[in-house]
């Protein structure tokens, strides 16, 4: 599995290198799809993602704690900082953080898949989950880049990690659960008791909601309100 998922991962790295060759100064600057944030903010939040999943590879490597983030507002200063670089400094840094990551997770031993680490709000996770972490940010800041893709691109390139990504989001980063079924026709995902019903939709609908990107508008059943920790 790991080496399948590690593949996909530098798939997607591949699409964000395709996506961005064409950003220019103007469209660097420009805002992206989250409130806030320009293009420069998402990119170089993307980098330093590369480089924090990079530190939970190595943490559960060798066993010597490596946090994904520094402390305090370390994270978001980064970001903030980075921002004001010029478009080709950041974008090359997209690039090449990306590939210190596929890298270093090459060259894992096979112990560090299992490994225990901790991810940045201190949920136990393993080697493995630090891999579908960054999945899920490389498909879902696809999107948020504004640059050509939606969710139903993005989650094609998830291929068959969809699954993956959604449980992995489920299990750490939604806080408390509406108790409902998810499901795409293929997979289902149990959010708390999952006693309030069955909600149906395209993997690319289904994302967008738990991402906090959509109202849910395009599912069906009962769709709860509730606030995404993505």
């Known amino acids: ?32 799809a989250l409130p806030g944030w320009t293009r420069a903010h998402l990119l170089t939040h993307l980098a330093r993602n590369a480089d924090a999943v990079g530190n939970l590879l190595t943490w559960a490597a060798t066993g010597v704690e490596h946090p994904m983030y520094g402390p305090g507002t370390a994270r978001d200063d980064d970001i903030a900082a980075g921002a004001s670089r010029g478009a080709t400094e950041i974008l090359a840094d997209v690039v090449a953080s990306g590939e210190r990551l596929v890298d270093l997770a090459a060259s894992l031993p096979d112990h560090a898949w299992t490994a225990p680490v901790r991810g940045r709000g201190g949920q136990p996770i393993t080697g493995a989950d630090a891999l579908t972490l960054r999945l899920a940010e490389t498909t879902i800041h696809l999107v948020d880049l504004d640059a050509g893709h939606d969710f139903a691109s993005a989650c094609s390139l ?7 990504v959604v449980a992995n989001m489920i299990r750490m980063y939604l806080g408390e659960l509406p108790p409902i079924r998810l499901t795409d026709g293929t997979h289902t995902w149990t959010m708390a008791d999952g006693s309030a019903g069955l909600v149906t939709g395209t993997p690319g609908d289904l994302l967008a909601w738990l991402s906090g990107r959509g109202p849910g508008d395009a599912l069906e059943g009962p769709v709860p309100e509730f606030k995404s920790l993505v």
């Open 1 to 32: 599995m790991t080496t399948t998922a590690l593949t996909r991962v530098r798939e997607l790295q591949d699409e964000w290198a395709l996506v961005i060759g064409s950003l220019d100064e103007t469209a660097v600057r420009a805002p992206s």
């Open 158 to 164: 998830l291929g068959g990690y969809l699954d993956d």
